[in-house]
């Protein structure tokens, strides 16, 4: 019998986590048995988010240095840069404005009742974070001592170093070679790793999604329903229906070939509920399975973990329309548009880790002056929602890295 292969292992995996995830729940949450198989699936999954978070860092850091030092040694990098750009803020806008539209029709959360959520508000206490407090915080936190970042595994700041440092490697030509060279090597080592990890991806997948589902808190999933409805039916129309057409337009790659080749790393986003942590699979699949070229995946893809986050965006949108709904207060049109700008904003502030989106919400609620504490009615069932978000999160890189491949080399044509 042929062995499958890891990517069927993978779905399979994810597959047994749901149906045991559900079979451990029809045993009662305190059975000796649940509680046996939860904390063997705690342990597991944990496990292999460290052993992605080990090689996050490392992988970053040579990753971008070595990407943005051969686009420079291309001249492509000024176009490169353009379009991935351009592409991160067209396909968050999208994702917003769907959020938009969705609350226009569905007005989740109106004439929900607040008296059942006040303990909540009352025992949360918001930072203040208004949108020039995070911009500051955000600024500063770019530029660090490259040391420190990497200790701290500071993605952003590490990313951000590393391009200077790709940047003034081609600038420095011939004399920096040997640098260059060492960071290509040590580069193909991670990803040697990476692919050692990987093999143990459909453990650590099932164990994740055991633990979510047995984990979840089911009768407050029903009674914000319609809110947890509405996110999930937008998040899967950006990301099934928007995202693929965009990529077929481009590109002319139909979905199922899509997902054929990015599927390991959607499912390890969705059981993660981080796309840091699924950057290294993320950058294997679009380099191996998808053939982006190395030097643009190995740009746009960290770069596009940290800032290019589709369902996020969408997120922070949905959930600030639903607090204002909640609490009786009809946004006008350019309310509609501050908490556009500034869920693009968080979107792009948060980082890669779960529950990452809620933190900087507090800014998008307060900058139409909705009360921050709100949060505290979202916290719960943030987990259940991640999932998806973060997965349409690293689905938008995957199909930015091809767009920018495929626009980079007809414009290249047309030079
Ligand atoms: N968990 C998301 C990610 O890692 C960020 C967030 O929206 O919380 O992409």
Redo the contacts with the bound molecule.
């Keep these: 019998m042929k062995f499958p292969s890891l990517n069927t292992q993978i779905l399979l995996g994810a597959f047994l986590g749901v149906v045991f995830g559900f079979g451990l729940l029809s045993m009662g949450k305190d059975s000796a048995t649940t509680q046996t198989s939860l904390y063997v699936a705690n342990l597991v999954g944990t496990l292999f988010i460290d052993l992605l978070k080990m090689v996050l860092i490392p992988l970053v850091f040579t990753s971008i240095a070595v990407g943005v030092a051969n686009l420079q040694a291309h001249k492509q990098i000024h176009r490169v840069w353009i379009y991935t750009l351009g592409f991160f803020v067209f396909s968050m806008t999208i994702a917003i404005v769907l959020a938009l539209v969705a609350n226009q029709i569905f007005h989740a959360g109106q004439g929900l009742h607040l008296d059942m959520f006040q303990n909540a508000m009352s025992h949360f206490e918001a930072q203040q974070q208004s949108p020039a407090d995070f911009f500051t915080h955000f600024l500063h936190g770019l530029f660090m001592n490259p040391f420190a970042a990497l200790a701290q595994g500071d993605v952003l700041a590490v990313l951000i170093f590393a391009l200077f440092l790709g940047v003034a490697l081609v600038i420095g030509g011939e004399r920096y070679k040997n640098i260059l060279t060492l960071l290509q090597e040590f580069l193909e080592i991670v990803m040697q790793m990476v692919r050692w990890i990987m093999t143990l991806a459909p453990f650590g997948i099932m164990a994740l999604l055991i633990k979510l589902v047995v984990t979840q808190d089911v009768s407050l999933l029903a009674t914000l329903g319609k809110f947890v409805a509405v996110v999930i039916g937008t998040t899967l129309v950006h990301g099934v229906i928007v995202l693929p057409l965009i990529l077929y337009l481009v590109t002319g790659m139909t979905p199922l070939r899509f997902w054929r080749g990015a599927r390991e790393a959607l499912l390890t986003?969705f059981a993660t509920?981080?796309?840091?942590a699924t950057l290294p699979i993320t950058l294997r699949c679009a380099e191996h399975n998808l053939h982006v070229r190395k030097e643009i995946a190995q740009f746009v893809i960290p770069l596009g973990a940290t800032v290019n986050?589709d369902?996020?965006a969408l997120?922070e949108a949905a959930a600030a329309l639903f607090v204002a709904n909640l609490v009786g207060i009809e946004l006008n049109f350019t309310q509609q548009l501050i908490v556009l700008f500034t869920a693009m904003f968080a979107?792009i502030g948060?980082?890669?880790?779960?529950?990452?989106?809620?933190v900087t919400m507090v800014m998008v609620l307060q900058s139409v002056g909705l009360p921050a504490e709100a949060i505290a009615i979202l916290l719960p069932i943030d987990r259940v929602l991640?999932t998806l978000?973060?997965t349409a999160?690293?689905e938008g890189d995957m199909i930015g890295s091809l767009v920018v491949q495929k626009l980079v080399k007809e414009s290249a044509k047309h030079v």
């Design positions: 986003a509920s981080s796309s840091s986050m369902g996020t997120y979107a948060a980082p890669g880790i779960p529950s990452a989106g809620m991640d978000r973060t999160n690293v």
